[in-house]
């Protein structure tokens, strides 16, 4: 399995954020096998 993970956006509120990830995982035939979004709630 090869994973790749990456930042996608970020929103800046008062006294938080959210950042966005973007996430994929291939087989070992180069074949997509999971594709999402994870968004994470930050404290400043």
Do not use: F, S
């Not at 399995?1 to 006294?15: A, D, F």
């Not at 938080?16 to 074949?31: A, K, L, S, Y």
């Amino acid at each position: 399995m090869y994973l790749g993970l990456g930042m996608v956006g970020q929103e800046e509120e008062r006294t938080t954020g959210v950042m966005v990830w973007c996430t994929t995982v291939h087989n070992q035939r180069d074949e997509l096998c999971l594709e999402g979004e994870l968004g994470m709630l930050i404290a400043k």
